[in-house]
């Protein structure tokens, strides 16, 4: 469980890296009330018309976001210079749109709905066909015309984020800070350096998450040292007797307890790796009916942690009744039914 809800998080944050790189740009501008996860107010696009005359950008393109799901979103864009930005798009199946009622969605979304090239598709209580599927790490899995999802709602002229490429990567810092320092942009917008964008993507900047994930771990210690222990004192209590035959022979009460600690300390180790394996299996399930959605990476440098916190959760669980037994009379032992 403790795996694959890291698992989850950090493929769900590295998957939202590789699509902001993926766009190609050197600077993105937002609401200045914005967060890196949130999707921002709708502002004016008359902004890019005037980034474009700065120094150093080559060019500017906006972006629309619409939640259609809990974790999905159509995006609108302007096709011809975002591809002209990132470079075009690379279609597994399909074309490029060309008319008003196309979308065009990436591998993952395909794969999750089973989607393919000239399928129909409900999305916002209208009616598209998909055009092509494209490869993902294109920003977004749902693609529509900009000014199409302007109308649909109700956002005309309007976009959530401003995407800038520059003349040469060597010129960011300057050309935020330029920017920063621009009057009519100054204290409106929030302008960053696609690096910056790309380093808030961490559990550390996302407090929900962290809490989250710490609260998960924190149950699933106490579950399981909850378990361990039942189970351990349900096996003492069933082992009584050859705890007493043990006594008989001269055993003693450290030796006991060291017999029945080295037993949990091997079932907790077996079990540790179990749930190691059974994260790539959650990874297959995920990866074949939810890809479009969530993503889990394996975390290597969590099996020691998780593996540490089911050792210790079963030493503590296994210690006060292995302790009882252990003391326990050789004779009342022996005459245990």
């Known amino acids: 469980m403790m795996l694959t809800l890291v698992g989850l998080s950090r493929g769900f944050l590295e998957d939202q890296q590789r699509r902001a790189r993926g766009v190609g740009a050197d600077i993105i501008i937002k609401d200045s009330g ?156 929030q302008i960053l350096s696609m690096e910056e964008l790309i380093s808030q993507f961490s559990v550390e900047n996302i407090p929900m998450l962290k809490g989250f994930i710490g609260v998960v771990i924190a149950l699933g210690a106490v579950v399981g040292f909850l378990v361990v222990f039942l189970s351990m004192y349900t096996a003492v209590l069933e082992r009584t007797r050859e705890i007493g035959v043990l006594k008989a022979l001269g055993a003693s009460p450290v030796f006991i307890l060291n017999v029945l600690l080295r037993e949990t300390t091997l079932l907790a180790i077996l079990g540790a790796v179990c749930g190691i394996l059974f994260t790539y299996g959650t990874r297959w399930l995920i990866s074949t009916f939810a890809p479009g959605g969530l993503l889990q990476d394996i975390v290597p440098d969590w099996w020691p942690i998780a593996s540490g916190i089911a050792l210790i959760g079963a030493l503590l669980g296994a210690a006060w009744p292995g302790a009882k037994a252990a003391r326990q009379d050789a004779i009342e032992a022996l005459s245990y039914e």
């Open 34 to 189: 914005a967060s890196a996860m949130s999707l921002s107010v709708g502002f004016s696009e008359k902004l890019i018309p005037f980034l474009e005359k700065q120094p150093h950008i080559t060019m500017a393109t906006g972006a629309l976001m619409q939640p259609i799901g809990p974790l999905s979103s159509i995006t609108g864009l302007d096709l011809a210079k975002f591809s002209q930005m990132s470079g075009p798009f690379r279609f597994l199946e399909g074309h490029a749109i060309q008319k008003d009622d196309e979308v065009i969605i990436d591998e993952y979304y395909s794969r999750q709905h089973n989607l393919h090239a000239g399928d129909p598709i409900t999305i916002l209580n209208r009616q598209w066909r998909v055009s092509g599927v494209f490869e993902p790490g294109k920003l977004a899995r749902l693609i529509i015309p900009l000014k199409t999802l302007q109308d649909l709602t109700e956002n005309h002229g309007k976009v959530m984020v401003v995407y800038v490429k520059l003349d040469s990567p060597a010129n960011t810092q300057k050309v935020v800070d330029y920017l920063r320092n621009l009057p009519g942009v100054n204290g409106k917008f």
